[in-house]
């Protein structure tokens, strides 16, 4: 009976038409917008993307769920990137996984880090200095982490699965991967942007584009005040 239902995602807004049978004319969806300690502007991105060294590669996954959000895939790419000659170092945040021995002295876990403290949280140093967010998700509903990384320049490594394609866009802040793609497939792509740097830096800056426009609170803000006005002016 209501009048208006936004959801998060895509996928969210098929479940809602294809489960309980809601009129898709009435549904929006308006995606979720970065947690992050503030805006960054332009300047202070391009340097995030300038300090990021070419000819090596740093990950960062983000989450607390290593199994669901596909952290031994994140494991494994860094291992073969590594094995391919790419000097690649992981940085997991959230997850406190059991490290394989070969792997122990190229990935850093920090577990869980506060971002509703005084202080400037360390998320934003850990992962504007990383070239990738990597999320291999199993499913996924509509992750923070993706936006936050955009914000910050980083694009996404992540997969087809739940809301995620409704914040990633190919080769415009990121590259989905089918949730079975073998972790050679990510390799074969990170290698071939690190080639071309100059590639690499129009995806990074591309990302930061889709963060200001509609990746943010501010713009998600205004979305729903919008559509909420429509409603009641048509009553």
């Known amino acids: ?36 300690d503030r805006d960054f502007t332009e300047d202070e991105v391009a340097r995030f993307i300038d300090q990021r060294p070419p000819g090596v590669c740093n990950l960062v996954f983000v989450g607390a769920d290593w199994t669901r959000k596909g952290g031994d895939v994140a494991l494994e790419v860094t291992r073969r990137l590594n094995n391919s000659g790419v000097r690649t170092r992981l940085t997991v945040i959230g997850a406190m996984p059991q490290l394989p021995e070969d792997l122990r002295h190229l990935v850093r876990a920090v577990g869980f880090v ?4 005084d202080e400037p949280s360390p998320i934003v140093r850990l992962v504007s200095e990383s070239h990738f967010l990597i999320l291999p998700s199993r ?5 923070h982490a993706i936006c936050e990384a955009n914000a910050l320049g980083v694009p996404s490594l992540t997969t087809d699965v739940g809301g995620i394609p409704t914040l990633v866009k190919d080769e415009v802040n990121g ?13 074969r792509y990170v290698r071939m942007l690190l080639g071309d740097y100059d590639r690499y830096r129009q995806l990074a800056e591309s990302s930061f584009r889709e963060y200001q426009a509609r990746l943010n609170w501010n713009a998600s803000c205004r979305t729903v005040k919008n559509l909420l006005e429509s409603v009641v002016k048509g009553f």
Do not use: H
């Not at 936004?6 to 995606?31: C, F, H, L, M, Q």
């Not at 506060?114 to 403290?117: P, R």
């Open 114 to 117: 506060a971002k509703s403290t």
């Open 139 to 143: 499913a996924d509903f509509s992750p």
């Open 175 to 187: 590259r989905m991967f089918d949730v079975q793609a073998s972790p050679d497939e990510y390799c």
């Open 1 to 36: 009976r209501a009048s208006l239902a936004i959801y998060t995602s895509d996928w969210a807004a098929r479940t809602a038409i294809e489960y309980y049978g809601v009129d898709p004319r009435k549904i929006e969806v308006v995606p979720f917008g970065a947690n992050v």
